[in-house]
């Protein structure tokens, strides 16, 4: 089970931390992603993390901006997102699947479970 937070109104350039709180025994093993859909629009990627942390991998929008990180201890992922634009207003959600390498593969169909979502919205 997957509990997203984090969300809120920000003003343009500013930043925002999400959270995504996992439990289950396995779920620090678990390869983990967020993604977002704005409204009107497909569910898309946005960052994912492998189990350990060796491995990141970000859509071409969120490099440079976005920062996802994992403490397995707290079995919680990060998305810190500085220099926010009204284009990255969306309800995000967070992701988890079970079969390694799903890190970078960036689809939604390769993930097996979601939070909720928590909603973004950045303001010009």
């Known amino acids: 089970q997957l509990q997203a937070s984090g969300g809120g109104l920000v003003q343009a350039g500013g930043s925002l931390r999400l959270s995504c709180a996992a439990s289950g025994r396995s779920s620090s093993t678990y390869d983990m992603g967020w993604f977002r859909q704005a409204p009107g629009k497909e569910r898309d990627f946005v960052a994912s993390i492998s189990g350990m942390s060796i491995f990141t991998y970000y859509t071409d929008s969120a490099k440079g901006r976005f920062t996802i990180s994992r403490d397995n201890a707290k079995s919680t992922v990060y998305l810190r997102m500085n220099s926010l634009t009204p284009e990255d207003t969306a309800v995000y959600y967070c992701?988890?699947?079970?079969?390694?390498?799903?890190?970078?593969?960036?689809?939604?169909?390769?993930?097996?479970?979601w939070g909720q979502g928590t909603l973004v919205t950045v303001s010009s």
């Open positions: 992701a988890g699947a079970i079969a390694p390498d799903t890190w970078r593969k960036g689809t939604a169909a390769h993930y097996d479970y």
